[in-house]
């Protein structure tokens, strides 16, 4: 009896220890606005209501962007039942007087906290009061939560946040659940569970080397994410004046590659035309939105030069060509080979493309002359294959058994799309010489006929 009490005690414990997120929010990548990049601290109000005002009438809600949400500094202190104050003076009516507003314009209402015991401002941390602020949170109708990582000393960053996705669980209002903590603690290995969406390194500055420097570190990342579950490189800086148009524009494109989720850190108030026709770009958008989840792999990397390619559903695919050197390119792009690459999440599968006539293999493309083997893919010339003909070794499957390969891909299956240009293009030859300014993207999409 004592050891079937045990047995049931280690199974409640294991039970309560596991995070409960609400699975059925963020199957596409949250889209919407964050107050911190461009005003830090100097939130109020007015500034909210007046960015879901903007939001609206800049036509950003019509292209997907939903949450408005207040970063740091709108709380500083707790009352004398430990619960949060926000600031009296920068929001008289309170915070739930904001979320409805929010809400009355179809939008959705995010707030932020740290897991430890301040936030990065020094403001109260939700450390040992996570049950209370998420009912709090449920109270004033917050739909999205960003949670800190700055004042937490020696915790257990799982742990933490775990503890934090159980209590927005227990106070019953789905809230998406934005892990900030770094990537400090590797979350795209444990947070999938615990959270929507997940920081992977440390904050953006609004310059091309920050930018392009987080960048370089999703790459072995995108097997991780999914509906529900994505890898958040940080807010955008687009419009904020720190890089070019040109810039802006790579920035915009490799986030929606990445399947990243798109929250704007400008002033809503006063874009550009051009900073509205970046974040705007609804073909742009609707790549990073696609329902099948899939974060772009990087095809070919060669120095300051690369190819990405995202998966899409209905067996599309987009293509982004990068060029990171200073300097302008012309590069050779072979679109009968594009077409036939077929993507499968962690990395390539299906039939290879062959390399075009005459012409040096693809870095990282096995079987091809002049890229190192790769275990699994075929035996050495000359080479008798493993268990082939061997007494006691198991035969390879049958023609039949062996599961039937789809065909491959052609040009000719696909329109391709010009997704900046906003047009597709006409190929008289299926390999064409392709400008490319520094800094630069250009962005294919390839729409099944």
Known sequence: MKKLLLFFAVVLFSLSAAAQKFDQLAKTPPMGWNSWNKFHCDVSEALIMKAADAMISSGMKDAGYEYIVIDDC?????????????????????MKYVADYVHSKGLKFGIYSSAGTVTCQRRPGGFGHEYQDARTYARYGVDYLKYDWCGSTTQDAKSSYTNMSNALHAA????????????????????????????????????????IDI???QKDLSRYAGPGRWNDPDMLEVGN?????????????LWCMLASPLMAGNDLENMTPETKSILLNKEMIAIDQDTLGRQATCYRDNADYQIWVKTLSNNEKAICLLNKSDEKKSVLVDFELLAGIRTFGRGFGGMMPAPPAGGAGMPGMPGIP????????????????????TPGATNPPS???????????????????????????????????????????????????
């Open 399 to 449: 023609a039949q058994q062996r599961p039937r390969m789809p065909a491959p891909l052609t040009l000719k299956d696909y329109t391709v799309r010009d997704i900046w240009e906003h047009k597709d293009l006409t190929l008289k030859e299926t390999s064409v010489y392709v400008d490319m300014l520094p800094h630069s993207v250009k962005v294919y999409r390839f729409v099944r006929k």
């Open 172 to 211: 019953g209002r789905p809230i998406v659940f934005s892990i900030c903590e770094w990537g400090s603690n590797k979350p795209w290995e444990w947070a999938g569970t615990v959270g929507h969406l997940w920081r992977t390194t440390g904050d953006i500055s609004d310059n091309w080397n920050s930018m």
């Open 74 to 94: 709108w709380q500083v202190s707790r009352d004398e039942n430990g619960e949060i104050v926000c600031d009296p003076e920068r929001f008289p009516n309170g």
């Open 370 to 389: 002049g890229t190192p083997a790769v275990p699994g893919m075929g035996a050495t010339a000359g080479q008798r294959p493993q268990g082939a003909g």
């Open 215 to 217: 960048f370089e570190k």
């Open 241 to 253: 004046g720190g890089m070019t148009t040109e810039e802006y524009r790579t920035h915009f494109s």
